[in-house]
Nanobody, 127 residues
């Protein structure tokens, strides 16, 4: 089982990035896919998530507006478009899948409910 995140890099303030997460090797359906970000030394925050049950996308606190999550089931991929990047967006961005726990909506998942994590992709916003 693998979640491969990509698309990070160095970007100037105000710039945009599109992060990708591709899942492979899953033998059972996942109930939710989430995007998280982690600043060194701080807690991992949920950026957005999608519930497989209804396909609805939700955003973490203060994430709606500049972050847009989408998915392509045919490619087993989810995407996170980030615009108007700020230096405080600098973080490692992870995608994760929850297969064991099922909640009605994906915002009910705590980070420990996600049992598969990608290696993350580093986003650095700096001039």
């Amino acid at each position: 089982v693998q979640l491969q995140a990509s698309g990070g890099g160095l970007v100037q303030p105000g710039g945009s990035l599109r992060l990708s997460c591709t899942a492979s090797g899953f033998t059972e359906p996942y109930h939710a896919i989430g995007w998280f970000r982690e600043v060194t030394g701080k807690d991992r925050d949920m950026v957005s998530c999608i519930s497989s049950k209804d396909g609805r996308i939700y955003y973490g606190e203060n994430m709606k507006g500049r972050f847009t999550m989408s998915s392509d089931n045919a490619k087993n991929s989810t995407y996170l478009q980030v615009k108007s990047l700020k230096p405080e967006d600098t973080a490692r961005y992870y995608c994760a899948a929850a297969t064991n726990v099922e909640h009605p909506i994906c915002t009910w998942y705590a980070f420990y409910d996600y049992d598969y994590w990608g290696q993350g992709t580093l986003v650095t916003v700096s001039s």
